[in-house]
């Protein structure tokens, strides 16, 4: 007659598969499959957006280094120990209650920041604190994969669009270029240049901010360098594209149908990628003055 177990010996190896994270491994795929599930529309739409709109082409990469952050990051959520939190049932609620809203109301940025709320809530239920904040920087992250809303969008374009025709026609000027400037509108006397939303680096901005963000994580463990990179993606990004478009007006008085054709396309991507070094000289220059600042105490 085998004997039968006692209540000391069946709770060791439950402790042990718990602390392996068996069960929040596997909590986190179920409720991972059920958000996919109930978000397929909000998410298809939001693919849709990424492949056909320019300014969010970077989307497609965004999910693929989060999950490559909590990829990297296993060892310290599937090796501890963790407590599940009714709180974030609450937060799933919330997060279909916008969706509902935001379905009724045909609001995509609502129903798609639903998403997140949502996925939040659910690492929080089966996880507790202390998972969401291992998870909190790819939850953040995720932010960069959802288009800015209209609204935002149209107030921001506008003064970036002036501004990078403001800073054309002055160093047009400079460099004895006639230019009259209208708006957003330069007139050259070979042609007139109209800074439309797509130039006023707002694509630039956010893909830059993205990098920036898996840039620093990767390469500075500082938790700090992450916000001063993110910062400094601002003027850095604004700069850029204003010279872009000085750059375009300059090509246009030479050879105004490379400037509209070829030119204006390849301009983008070396711009873009002037900015990125750009990112680069700006760590190392936080980096040498953080370690100036620590080697003078």
């Given at each position: 007659?085998?004997?039968?177990?006692?209540?000391?010996?069946?709770?060791p190896?439950?402790?042990?598969?718990?602390?392996?994270?068996?069960?929040?491994?596997?909590?986190?795929?179920?409720?991972?499959?059920?958000?996919?599930?109930?978000?397929?529309?909000?998410?298809?739409?939001?693919?849709?957006?990424?492949?056909?709109?320019?300014?969010?082409?970077?989307?497609?990469?965004?999910?693929?280094?989060?999950g490559?952050?909590?990829?990297?990051?296993?060892?310290?959520?599937?090796?501890q120990?963790?407590?599940?939190?009714v709180w974030?049932?609450?937060?799933?609620?919330l997060?279909?209650?916008?969706?509902?809203?935001?379905?009724?109301?045909?609001?995509?940025?609502?129903?798609?920041?639903?998403?997140?709320?949502?996925?939040?809530?659910?690492?929080?239920?089966?996880?507790?604190?202390r998972l969401?904040?291992?998870?909190?920087?790819?939850?953040?992250?995720?932010?960069?994969m959802?288009?800015?809303?209209?609204?935002?969008?149209?107030?921001?374009?506008?003064?970036?669009?002036?501004?990078?025709?403001?800073?054309?026609?002055?160093?047009?000027?400079?460099?004895?270029?006639?230019?009259?400037?209208?708006?957003?509108?330069?007139?050259?006397?070979?042609?007139?240049?109209?800074?439309v939303?797509?130039?006023?680096?707002?694509?630039?901005?956010?893909?830059?901010?993205?990098?920036?963000l898996?840039?620093?994580?990767?390469?500075?463990?500082?938790?700090?360098?992450?916000?001063?990179?993110?910062?400094?993606?601002?003027?850095?990004?604004?700069?850029?594209?204003?010279?872009?478009?000085?750059?375009?007006?300059?090509?246009?008085?030479?050879?105004?149908?490379?400037a509209q054709?070829?030119?204006?396309?390849?301009?983008?991507?070396?711009?873009?990628?002037?900015?990125?070094?750009?990112?680069?000289?700006?760590?190392?220059?936080?980096?040498?003055?953080?370690?100036?600042?620590?080697?003078?105490?």
């Open positions: 007659m085998k004997p039968s177990l006692t209540g000391e010996e069946i709770v190896p439950l402790k042990k598969a718990r602390s392996e994270g068996r069960l929040s491994l596997v909590g986190l795929a179920w409720f991972g499959v059920l958000l996919l599930l109930c978000y397929a529309p909000v998410l298809g739409q939001l693919v849709s957006d990424w492949y056909n709109d320019e300014d969010m082409g970077h989307g497609f990469f965004v999910p693929v280094a989060a490559y952050i909590i990829w990297q990051r296993r060892k310290q959520w599937l090796d120990e963790f407590s599940t939190s974030g049932l609450v937060v799933v609620a997060g279909a209650l916008q969706l509902i809203v935001a379905t009724l109301g045909l609001e995509l940025f609502l129903a798609r920041t639903a998403f997140l709320v949502s996925l939040a809530g659910a690492v929080l239920y089966l996880g507790g604190p969401l904040k291992l998870f909190l920087f790819p939850l953040f992250l995720l932010c960069f959802i288009p800015i809303p209209a609204i935002v969008y149209n107030q921001i374009t506008l003064p970036l669009q002036l501004f990078a025709s403001r800073v054309a026609e002055f160093v047009l000027s400079t460099i004895g270029i006639p230019v009259l400037r209208e708006g957003n509108i330069l007139e050259l006397s070979s042609q007139k240049l109209s800074v939303e797509a130039c006023s680096g707002i694509r630039s901005l956010l893909s830059l901010s993205f990098l920036a898996v840039y620093s994580y990767i390469l500075d463990p500082k938790p700090w360098m992450r916000v001063a990179l993110l910062v400094a993606t601002v003027p850095i990004a604004i700069v850029a594209n204003a010279a872009r478009v000085t750059v375009t007006g300059i090509v246009s008085e030479w050879n105004p149908a490379l054709n070829v030119f204006h396309l390849v301009e983008g991507w070396v711009v873009f990628l002037v900015a990125v070094m750009i990112m680069v000289g700006a760590h190392q220059f936080f980096n040498k003055v953080y370690e100036r600042m620590h080697a003078g105490r």
